[in-house]
């Protein structure tokens, strides 16, 4: 399969999950503080503004954005409708995100983005974010299915997971990703067809 066929079959399945909320994504012992910061988390969305200032970093390090850059164009690269992660501003979310929740998953994101330097380190002799794309994803391949996830791997595994789930809930709500989906907000129709059945296939319904 050509690279630009995978990468629109990738898209096309993280459209269908739909955007995950933000609030979903906060660790249930947070939950005391959910509704003191409940509006400020519902407002954040990335940008992708073509003049958009350099970013301010409030929460992550300098080699934790670096990674989190990387992980987040591999997660959601560009292709021929929309820019990737980065060029819509996730990594910006991401780290304005932690400002607003700082708990269980920032603990769980760092030690993940730890878990990642070690074993390439053990592999590749060199940090994440140094190797080559190749090592990156044959790391990746190992935890971006929690299912086929080896008991080593499990707690990588799911590390991996919600960092995709902030990653997919930037994208989707910054202006690139609104215009990728295409959403098309109250438009009037004469006729609601429903669901369309592409979607409900790949849904599993």
């Given at each position: ?5 995978r ?10 999950l ?5 609030s ?8 005391g ?18 003049e958009k ?9 300098e080699?934790?954005?670096?990674t989190?850059?990387?992980l987040s ?7 021929d ?31 993940g ?22 090592q990156?994803k ?13 008991p080593?791997?499990?707690?990588a595994a799911?590390f ?18 609104v ?7 109250n ?19």
């Open positions: 399969m050509k690279s630009e066929d990468k629109r079959q990738r898209r096309a399945f993280l459209k269908a739909t955007v995950i909320p933000a979903a994504l906060v660790p249930r012992s947070a939950a503080g959910a509704e003191r910061k409940h509006v400020a988390a519902d407002t954040l969305t990335a940008s992708s503004t073509p200032v350099a970013h301010k970093r409030k929460i992550l390090d080699h934790e954005w670096k989190i850059c990387i164009d591999l997660i959601i690269p560009a292709d409708r929309s820019g990737s992660a980065t060029q819509a501003g996730v990594p910006e979310f991401i780290d304005a995100w932690f400002e607003l929740w700082r708990g269980d998953l920032l603990a769980e994101i760092r030690g983005l730890t878990w990642l330097d070690i074993e390439c380190t053990r592999l590749f002799k060199c940090d994440f974010a140094d190797c080559s794309e190749s990156q044959q790391i990746l391949d190992r935890i971006a299915y929690p299912a086929n996830a080896l080593a791997d499990v707690n799911a991996f997971s919600h960092l995709r789930d902030l990653v997919v809930s930037g994208f989707f709500s910054s202006k690139m990703g215009k990728d989906l295409p959403y098309l907000g438009t009037m129709v004469a006729d609601w067809e429903g669901c369309p059945p592409e979607v409900l296939a790949k849904l599993g319904l």
